[in-house]
Structures are given as C-alpha cells and as structure tokens.
T-cell receptor
Framework: GENVEQHPSTLSVQEGDSAVIKCTYS??????FPWYKQELGKRPQLIIDIRSNVGEKKDQRIAVTLNKTAKHFSLHITETQPEDSAVYFC???????????????FGKGTHLIIQP | EPEVTQTPSHQVTQMGQEVILRCVPISNHLYFYWYRQILGQKVEFLVSFYNNEISEKSEIFDDQFSVERPDGSNFTLKIRSTKLEDSAMYFCASSGVAALGETQYFGPGTRLLVL
C-alpha cells in the first residue's frame, strides 16, 4: 500500500518568513495530493491540493509543487502569520483512478510554529 | 457553506460495549469515508463507501467494525466490541460527485474514549 513520509515534524519560523514542508510517497499510481491544516482539537481542513497532471499550484500565500518522477511534493507558505500556526498534514491517494472512493494516506504531520 | 456533521462530539464507553458513531455527509456527495486519529498521531484511513457498499478498507477495519447508510442522510460507523486501543478521534468525510481527485471534506469528529 501507499506510504507517505513527511518532514520536518516540527518547524519554527519567524513571522513574515517562508515555511516549506516536504512529503514523499511510495505508490507511483497515486495522483491526488491534498494538504490539510489542523488546529488543536479541530477537524482537518483542506488548504490546497494538486493533481498529477500539474506540477505547481498557487493560492495567495500558499503553493504546492509536485515532482512525479521523484515522488515528492512540497507545501510552501510565504509571509507567514501567527494564524498559520497549526499542524499540517500531507496526503496521497489514487484519486478515484481505482474506480471507487479512494482513501487518503496521510503523513505524520508537521507542527508549524510562527514566532512573533 | 454546507459542512459534514457528526454526533456525538464525545463518547465514553466501557470496554466490550458497542458504539455507533453518526455522520451526516454533505447532501449532494456520493462518496463517504471514516478515518481515525489517535491522540498526537496522524490521521488513518479506515473505510470508504460508495453506492451502498464498501469501496475500500484498511487493515484497521477488521470484523469489529461495520458501516451503514441507513437512510438518505446518515452514515454510521459501528464498533461491536470496543477495545482500549479504539480510543481515538473518529472523523467522517465526504466527497462530491466526481470521484477523480475530489476533495474530501471532514466533519468535526467524535472523540471516543474506551475505559
């Protein structure tokens, strides 16, 4: 089955600086890669996702890049703000290519701390 | 904006008891999922459901677990005989009409504590 590795486990950056979180996956058939933000005690919330037919996607301060050959994808947050502090999870799935409802395989999460 | 809802928010049960966790997916969604998250750990996939049958299940989803869509709105997860290690946050999720890479929206979760 799919295995997703995520680094680093904790990331502390100064407010206004950029943060980068990296994930690798094992199953070359995976073609859907979402990123979720989870605040303490809350539900995971999708912040951005990318499908395998594109290499990069951007939404304001957040961007995701995908390298299918190397089987890795990264989350980039620019101009970080205190409200960006949370746990971020990457995930991978077949994205329905298996013909059904494909579950997400999550990484272990990155605790992002924005220092004021 | 429509959201996935879950009840109860918290459930405490004795080991060996049966529990049913309930979810109301977003109304026009056709794909439904259960995940669990043990405290401080990653989210783990349990099962997906489409067209009134299980689509995919993980190794965690053994014979103690079952899912059901008893009516047009609810989606339930039953744990027949709870164990201490079943203590976790259980999240329901749903996704829309198109299966290919469709966003999964998560509910607020049910925190299950087995004593």
């Amino acid at each position: 089955g799919e295995n997703v590795e995520q680094h680093p486990s904790t990331l502390s950056v100064q407010e206004g600086d950029s943060a980068v979180i990296k994930c690798t996956y094992s199953d070359s058939a995976s073609n859907y890669f979402p990123w979720y933000k989870q605040e303490l005690g809350k539900r995971p919330q999708l912040i951005i996702d990318i499908r395998s037919n594109v290499g990069e996607k951007k939404d304001q301060r957040i961007a995701v890049t995908l390298n299918k050959t190397a089987k890795h994808f990264s989350l980039h947050i620019t101009e970080t703000q205190p409200e960006d502090s949370a746990v971020y999870f990457c995930a991978a799935s077949l994205g329905g290519a298996g013909g059904g409802a494909d579950g997400l395989t999550f990484g272990k999460g990155t605790h992002l701390i924005i220092q004021p | 904006e429509p959201e996935v809802t879950q009840t109860p928010s918290h459930q405490v049960t004795q080991m060996g008891q049966e529990v049913i966790l309930r979810c109301v997916p977003i109304s026009n969604h056709l794909y439904f999922y259960w995940y669990r998250q043990i405290l401080g750990q990653k989210v783990e996939f349990l099962v997906s459901f489409y067209n009134n049958e299980i689509s995919e299940k993980s190794e965690i989803f053994d014979d103690q677990f079952s899912v059901e869509r008893p009516d047009g709105s609810n989606f339930t997860l039953k744990i027949r005989s709870t164990k201490l290690e079943d203590s976790a946050m259980y999240f329901c999720a749903s996704s829309g009409v198109a299966a290919l890479g469709e966003t999964q929206y998560f509910g607020p979760g049910t925190r299950l504590l087995v004593l």
